[in-house]
């Protein structure tokens, strides 16, 4: 089935470590996000590329990397984890310009 | 800075009630209005969504939002709730042409009391 697909879809990490989140589509869409998801603050973007080989900043970029060097593939790299980084965390593609976002199953990250 | 503004946080009815979740946004020029819906346990999946046209959507399982341009608002409605519709709902707005990215809402969490 086409779609998104995110590993792990649940770690327990301790502090300070390095953590990759994957995301993976398969649907050939030439934008992908990673927002992070919170208890009262909805869906808040990370990071996003809106096609391979580039990036941008989303609303809460800090403690956060991504890289896009295909169509396919971008992870979420957490250099040294802190436990404010304890959320859920969805990847998404989009296709053309309508906004339309499509998302993963969500990988939840708890940093002790 | 555009914002995207859901005033009910949460939200309990009865199974038959009507329901009405209200998004306002702050963006003037052109919009791209969605309504995304996240049930327990799951990922974010489209309601409906509004490019042009219609400004009377319906989306899926019997939901539908109105676009009213002036008030600047695309508020979602469904005229009896179900148990199932259980979940936690999110407005999201993409403004202008081009890529941009999507905004979200802080999202209204619906508890539906069978």
């Known amino acids: 089935i086409a779609g998104i697909t995110q590993a792990p879809t649940s770690q327990i990490l301790a502090a300070g470590r390095r953590m990759t989140l994957r995301c993976t589509q398969d649907?050939?869409?030439?934008?992908m996000y990673w927002y992070r998801q919170d208890l009262g603050l909805g869906l808040r973007l990370i990071h996003y590329?809106?096609?391979?080989?580039?990036?941008g900043k989303g609303e809460v970029p800090d403690g956060y990397s991504v890289s896009r060097a295909n169509t396919d593939d971008f992870p979420l790299t957490l250099a040294s984890a802190v436990p404010s980084q304890t959320s859920v965390y969805f990847c998404?593609?989009?296709?053309?310009?309508?906004?339309?976002?499509?998302f993963g199953e969500g990988s939840r990250l708890t940093v002790l | 800075a555009q914002s995207v503004s859901q005033h009910n946080h949460h939200v309990i009815l009865s199974e038959a009630a009507s329901l009405e979740l209200g998004c306002n946004y702050s963006?003037?020029?052109?919009?791209?209005l969605f309504w995304y819906v996240q049930y327990p346990g799951q990922h974010l999946q489209l309601l409906l969504k509004?490019?042009?046209?219609?400004?009377l959507v319906k989306g899926i399982k019997g939901f539908e939002a109105e676009f009213i341009k002036s008030k600047f608002s695309f508020n979602l409605r469904k005229p009896s709730v179900q148990w199932s519709d259980t979940a936690e709902y999110f407005c999201?707005?993409?403004?202008?042409?081009?890529?941009?990215?999507?905004?979200f809402g802080t999202g209204t969490r619906l508890l539906v009391s069978p």
């Open positions: 998404a593609s989009s296709a053309g310009q309508t906004g339309e976002l499509f």
């Open positions: 649907m050939r869409h030439n934008a």
């Open positions: 590329s809106n096609t391979a080989g580039t990036t």
């Open positions: 963006y003037g020029g052109t919009v791209n």
């Open positions: 509004y490019f042009s046209g219609d400004p």
């Open positions: 999201a707005v993409k403004r202008g042409t081009g890529f941009q990215k999507l905004v």
